[in-house]
């Protein structure tokens, strides 16, 4: 579109737009903050709150310490107001859920389901999920909808990128599809990002500094959050470490087609290719292999717990090599925060303790001031939370808010919003 077709700003909406955004914000939480912060006078910022109040966008609080006076009444953005799908698609599972405008999740289902299977036959399968909640929570309209997918994606089209574990998936546009089918604007990311922003945004303990999130399941990836933001860089491929490479072995070979990758070594998948052509090492892998004539991932957790010798070699090779790659990471971006996350949570703590052990062994001194290493604590709906939080917080940029804030809703809008709504998260 050239310049000159571009709409401009809706302005006769930009007072309430903003004020509502000071909300949402946690920047203003009275009359008076929003008066102090919006330079409005007082007048129209009363107008606008009575008028977000009447649209159902904001909702009255507890009191207000007293500063001398009568105690004011505090403001608070009603998350409640819409609602928002998350979609989160892993290797071999997906994760739906409807979650309000704070990304707190309402409901969830999930599908063990392979991507392998193909874009057309998944996303018919995430559709019946939404359906499935929709019928359930009585949420069948979403305000916005954000979706996780376990590949490269380029951020600002929504599509996959020469997905490594996704044949027939390249180029392949999850936005496009959706859009078809709901008349809602929609947000694809990485998978991993996902998680890192919903663990940032929602994780326990939430300390608002720095976070570099390593997801390590069938595959491997990164993200970081920095001022929470998301770094995707130019194009989204920020993060994708899977792909370092760690061994000059050729016969280490990645399912991108490459050798020597961090996933070739690490990632779920090899491991239990590994594990399976030395299983007459480990019992309770051979055991496996007799009951159920091949290795799953679950098997790999099982075998660990139960202490069997081959399987706590795996790990721990796994997790020095993987530590390397990350004490490299945080010399160079100096996180306050490395959250371990994915399915290596469920072989219990050891694969964490020899992760943690080898980073600050081989980080800087500054560095590891006051670096703090744990597990993700979202490990069942940080995808879905983090997805929900892409659509939400998009849709309720200041920009975005301009376009549908005096209607108190954006439903029928979703085709201007997808164009003209500024990426914050």
């Known amino acids: 579109m050239s310049p000159a077709a571009t709409p401009l700003p809706a302005l006769d909406t930009a007072p309430l737009a903003l004020v509502v955004d000071l909300v949402r914000s946690g920047r203003a939480r009275t009359r008076r903050d929003l008066v ?12 606008r709150v009575d008028q977000a109040l009447e649209l159902g966008l904001l909702e009255h609080g507890d009191l207000a310490p007293s500063e001398g006076g009568r105690q004011a009444r505090t403001l608070r953005f009603h998350a409640g107001a819409g609602h928002v799908y998350g979609v989160l698609m892993g290797a071999s599972e997906i994760t739906a859920a409807v979650l309000d405008l704070s990304g707190t999740v309402l409901d969830s289902e999930h599908l063990d389901w392979s991507v392998e299977t193909g874009p057309e036959p998944t996303m018919k399968q995430v559709d019946g999920l939404l359906e499935t909640l929709a019928e359930r929570t009585g949420a069948d309209t979403p305000w916005a909808i954000g979706v996780g997918l376990p590949g490269p994606v380029e951020f600002a089209t929504g599509k996959l990128v020469a997905p490594p574990i996704m044949p027939g998936w ?30 940032w945004s929602r994780g326990t303990p939430h300390d608002g500094r720095d976070m570099l999130y390593i997801k390590v399941g069938t595959g491997i990836g990164a993200g970081l959050v920095t001022h929470g ?30 050798t020597g990758c961090l996933e070739a070594v690490v990632g779920g998948w090899a491991l239990l290719r590994e594990a399976t052509a030395r299983a007459a090492e480990g019992p309770a892998f051979a055991a496996a292999l007799r009951d159920h004539g091949e290795l799953k991932g679950a098997d790999l957790g099982n075998a660990v717990l139960a202490g069997d010798p081959l399987a706590l070699e795996l790990l721990d090779r796994s997790a020095t090599v993987l530590a390397g790659v990350t004490a490299n990471l945080l010399n160079f971006c100096n996180p306050g925060t490395l959250v371990l996350g994915g399915g290596v949570l469920k072989t219990g703590p050891r694969f964490l303790e020899r992760l943690r052990d080898t980073v600050f062994e081989r980080c800087t001194d500054l560095v590891c001031r006051d670096l703090t290493v ?42 201007l919003l997808q164009r003209f709504s500024a990426e914050i998260v």
């Open 170 to 199: 390249d180029g392949f546009s999850a936005r496009s599809w959706l859009r078809d089918h709901h008349d809602a604007p929609v947000w694809v990311d990485n998978d991993t990002n996902l998680m890192a922003l919903g663990e």
């Open 36 to 47: 102090a912060l919006s330079g409005l006078p007082r007048k129209a910022v009363a107008q």
């Open 229 to 258: 933001r998301l770094l995707r860089g130019e194009h989204g491929a920020a993060g994708d470490i899977g792909h370092i490479r760690v061994t000059d072995d050729p016969g280490t070979v990645c399912r991108c087609g490459r």
């Open 374 to 415: 744990r597990a993700a604590s979202l490990t069942e709906h940080g995808g879905v939370i983090g997805a929900g939080l892409l659509a939400a917080g998009n849709l309720l940029t200041l920009p975005a808010l301009t376009r549908w804030v005096d209607r108190g809703s954006p439903l029928g809008q979703a085709a």
